[in-house]
């Protein structure tokens, strides 16, 4: 029988999803791939910064299925993914299979999206799932710990949480080591080098209403940043907001 | 001002030390040095085996001096290393300068060493300690996740503990994530391949008295047996239960 999960892999793979995998109750994943000449520095990039790259697995060299995931082809099981070449956003697509090659290692790490179930569950609203969008994203000035090529700043999701609502949002995320973790970051985006927090540089903007506050959690769209940054020849990730069902 | 594991590690410098670092309430580590080439492989097989091998810090090439151990250089702090050669230990010493390259990459992980003092403090007897004894360790047939040329199967530490604490010493260690955690397995030698309790692969043997059992965690020997038996060209560790001292 199939899983939920499956079911739904499978829907995107045919090509009948097209949209964020957001507000699903499924354990999610951040996909990066890269050619085995950067596989060492990005795998010692993820041991150093646990927090943007929490690793859940890594493929065996031109393997496409995921344990974690299982009858998944990471190929076609994301709903768009995007292509870096020499520091540049190639293309958006929905498919990567002419972009496949025997030298290519994946990379899964860890999503928020995972955590937020547990914060519905627990009577936390999410704002941007009440709303219908992809959470908001944003480049910040937090350094993260450098490994070979890999070097740069973190990029962070944010969610508006109540005051009331903080110490258990932290409690609860806390909890989440392999999707983030906790906050790195309450209040003030200015600390961390955001400066208009309407104009999110992934995903969609979102109020800020009266009794809540911007909380920051590290975000797996990081090795985008470095790769564009770095000017990295080749890569291959899911474009914001559209993950890896696992499970 | 010298903290007091620095000072243990000038006095192990010093060649002032010359014996195993059981007992020590300090953080220590399991080390791995390796050339580059084989680098990839082993940070694989670390993260796909994090119980023998919860991966604590990864040196860039040539470096060796740890973060988590400053002031420290690891050619001359671990009080015995170990050198293999082509899938045989070649030499016992008591510093490396001598091998030391610069495609050299040391890995430290983390040791159960470090639980010990906090079972200690719960009124958890450990009878190696008592005895002045090195902890004994053991061959076993539990098989790790292969990553590249390191495959094979696991090291144990075992360390007899009375009945009525067993659920504390569970509860206790499981809380260590980066020093093998809970254990992997309770009484029963024979079920992970283990024939001779009397005859420990590695350390010191240990009776088992009247209601003892005896229990068995991961450990960080585990890639000295892989070493061995895959025939690795150029391997350095830590002769086991003689650590580096963190902090």
Chains 1, 2 share one sequence.
């Not at 090509?15 to 791939?33: D, K, Y």
């Not at 809540?212 to 769209?221: L, T």
Request: charge should be positive; aromatic fraction near 8%; hydrophobic fraction near 35%.
């Amino acid at each position: 029988m199939e899983s939920e999960a499956l079911k739904t892999r499978l829907k995107i793979r045919r090509g009948e999803w097209g949209r964020p995998t957001t507000g699903l109750g499924f354990e999610q994943a951040n996909l990066v791939i890269l050619p085995k000449r950067y596989a060492y520095d990005f795998l010692l990039f993820c041991q150093r910064n646990p927090k943007p790259c929490p690793l859940i697995e890594v493929g065996d060299e031109g393997s496409h299925e995921a344990r974690c995931a299982p009858k998944s082809d990471i190929r076609f099981d994301v709903p768009k993914y995007r292509i870096y070449k020499k520091g540049k956003l190639a293309e958006e697509c929905e498919d990567i299979e002419k972009y496949w090659k025997s030298d290519l290692i994946f990379f899964l790490l860890g999503c928020s999206f995972t955590f937020e179930r547990a914060l519905i569950d627990r009577g936390i609203k999410l704002k941007h799932l009440e709303q219908g969008k992809n959470v908001a994203m944003y480049n910040t000035n937090l350094k993260c710990n450098p490994a070979g090529v890999f070097e740069g700043e973190m990029v962070v999701s944010m969610r508006p949480i109540k005051h009331r609502d903080l110490v258990k949002t932290i409690e609860i995320t806390s909890k989440f080591k392999k999707a983030h973790g906790p906050p790195v970051h309450l209040g003030s985006p200015a600390e961390i080098g955001i400066k208009v927090l309407d104009v999110p540089d992934y995903g969609n903007p979102i109020d800020i209403d009266e009794g809540e506050i911007p909380v920051f959690w590290a975000c797996g769209v990081t090795p985008q940043l470095i790769a564009l940054r770095k000017k990295l020849d080749f890569m291959i990730t899911h474009s914001p907001g559209h993950m890896l069902i696992l499970g």
